[in-house]
């Protein structure tokens, strides 16, 4: 374990949340122009046919803006949680199973998501056989 640096009683910084701090402000500022499309898609897609709305999916860019904002947004998410942990749970066996938990179930979502927007552009059914009725 390092030794602590201190500077007038307060813990000097080990800047070892430099990198997760940038990050987390380049999703956000990523987010803001993705969060404007993701409105005027949905008003344009309010009321839309089954064909309209695959129609969308069809094109590459709305899959692509699609698929980087939940990764994204995955992104900045697993990260406000990070925080939220680190912060607020001090047992060191809590924290670590809270993190691995955060980080699988982030995955998990932005996984399956993708997928299913993969499967919106191809044309696919939504859901895979077996599923559903």
Do not use: C, Q
Not at 53 to 82: D, E, H, Q
Not at 110 to 126: D, E, K, M, N, Y
């Amino acid at each position: 374990m390092s030794a602590h640096r201190y500077r007038e009683g307060v813990k000097v910084s080990e800047r070892h949340g430099a990198v997760e701090w940038l990050t987390e402000r380049a999703a956000l500022v990523a987010l803001l122009p993705l969060s404007l499309w993701v409105a005027s898609s949905a008003f344009t897609l309010a009321g839309a046919d089954h064909a309209a709305v695959m129609g969308w999916f069809a094109r590459p860019l709305n899959t692509g803006l699609s698929v980087a904002t939940i990764m994204i947004l995955s992104v900045y998410a697993g990260l406000a949680w990070k925080v939220i942990i680190e912060d607020y749970i001090h047992r060191p066996s809590s924290k670590t199973f809270l993190m691995a938990l955060s980080n699988l179930t982030f995955l998990l979502l932005t996984a399956t998501a993708v997928f299913f927007i993969v499967r919106l552009h191809v044309g696919s059914a939504p859901l895979p056989a077996g599923f559903g009725i």
